[in-house]
C-alpha cells in the first residue's frame, strides 16, 4: 500500500523559514518524480514543485521566486520542502505527491493527507 | 486567476448526467498536453479520477469519463449519486509554467 506521510508544518512568523518532510512507503520511491502542491485555506490547489527520481531535476512554481528548494534521499525514501522567506500568501496545506506519466505530462496518482503551514504575526 | 478556467460550481439531481468544463489555451491544452481530473471530498486529500484526458484509474466507477478537444476538456460523470458531491479540479502541463491547475468545480447533489 503506497503511504505518503507529511510533517514539519506549524505556525511560522512572516519572513520565517520552515521545512517539510514526506516519509514515503509501498513503492520504489528512488524511481519516482515526487512533487508538493498547496492549498489555501477555501481556495483551489496550486503546483509548487517537482523533483526528478534522482533529484538532478527540480522545476518550481514562477510565484515562488527561488524562495522554495525541494529534495530528496533516496536511501531514507524522503521528500523534503525547505521554504525560506514565507509570507502570508503561503499560509496552506501543502501536500506530498507521487508522480506518474513523462515529462510534461505528470500527474499525481498518490497524495499524502497534508500538512498545514500557516505564516502569521 | 488560474491558467486553467472551470465553472465554479455545478449541479444535478440523483441519477442524472453532469459535466465539468476545463478550458486552457495555446500554451497548455492547446499545445496538446494531457489533462488529468482529481475529486477532493469534503475534508480530504484530492484523489487522481481521470489521467491522460480519458483513463481511469484501477477502482474509480465507469459513470466518470474524460474528453478533450483542441484547448478544452471536459468531465462527465453520469448515474449521479449524493456521494460524488465534491470538488473537481482538472490539472495539465503549461509550457511557461509547469504543473497547472484549474480553479475547481464544486458540485452539488441535489
Not at chain 1, 10 to 23: F, T
Not at chain 2, 54 to 81: C, E, V, Y
Not at chain 2, 85 to 98: G, I, P
Request: charged letters at 15%; a neutral charge.
Amino acid at each position: 500500500e503506497v503511504q505518503l506521510l507529511e510533517s514539519g508544518g506549524g505556525l511560522v512568523q512572516p519572513g520565517g523559514s520552515l521545512r517539510l518532510s514526506c516519509a514515503v512507503s509501498g513503492f520504489t520511491f528512488s524511481s519516482y518524480a515526487m512533487s508538493w502542491v498547496r492549498q489555501a485555506p477555501g481556495k483551489g490547489l496550486e503546483w509548487v514543485s517537482t523533483i526528478s527520481a534522482s533529484g538532478g531535476s527540480t522545476y518550481y512554481a514562477d510565484s515562488l521566486k527561488g524562495r522554495f528548494t525541494i529534495s530528496r534521499d533516496n536511501s531514507k525514501n524522503t521528500l523534503h520542502l525547505q521554504m525560506n522567506s514565507l509570507r502570508a500568501e503561503d499560509t496552506a496545506v501543502y501536500y506530498c505527491t507521487k508522480v506518474e506519466g513523462y515529462s510534461s505530462s505528470w500527474y499525481f496518482d498518490y497524495w499524502g493527507q497534508g500538512t498545514l503551514v500557516t505564516v502569521s504575526s | 486567476q488560474s491558467v486553467l478556467t472551470q465553472p465554479p460550481s455545478v449541479s444535478g439531481a440523483p441519477g442524472q448526467r453532469v459535466t465539468i468544463s476545463c478550458t486552457g489555451s495555446s500554451s497548455n491544452i492547446g499545445a496538446g498536453y494531457n489533462v488529468h481530473w482529481y475529486q477532493q471530498l469534503p475534508g480530504t486529500a484530492p484523489k487522481l479520477l481521470i489521467y491522460y484526458n480519458t483513463n481511469r484509474p484501477s477502482g474509480i466507477p465507469d459513470r466518470f469519463s474524460g474528453s478533450k478537444s483542441g484547448a478544452s476538456a471536459s468531465l462527465a460523470i453520469t448515474g449521479l449519486q449524493a456521494e460524488d458531491e465534491a470538488d473537481y479540479y482538472c490539472q495539465s502541463y503549461d509550457s511557461s509554467l509547469s504543473g497547472v491547475f484549474g480553479g475547481g468545480t464544486k458540485l452539488t447533489v441535489l
